[in-house]
């Protein structure tokens, strides 16, 4: 079981950066590929950035790539989702999930049903 709790969401203006913590207890995030996803009202739940279990590969949306990275940091239990250049559609709630794999496994998953653990979400609301 692993227990994860985003943090850092708040009002900002267009342009602006943030930075998402999430960070996990009750296990070590080392052990899960990690990822970020947003609902935005009247939407469906969005992908938006991943990385596997060992860190090796991180894959982004196409809507945020260029914009948004995330990190993990394996001694904080920790990961991390930088936000810059942010724009109005980008408000939503902001949830952290971590997937069970195996040690070997360097796939990046974007769909949320491979995800077995979620956070509460955080609230991100962009200003124009």
Known sequence: QVQLVESGGRLVQAGESLR???????STLSSFAMGWFRRAPGKEREFVAGTSRRGG???SADTVKGRFTLSRDNAQNTVYLQMGSL??????????????TRYSDSNVYTQHRSYNYWGQGTQVTVSS
């Open 87 to 100: 724009k109005p559609d980008d408000t939503a709630v902001y949830y952290c999930a971590a997937a069970t």
């Open 20 to 26: 998402l913590s999430c960070t996990a207890s009750g």
């Open 57 to 59: 590969k991180t894959y």
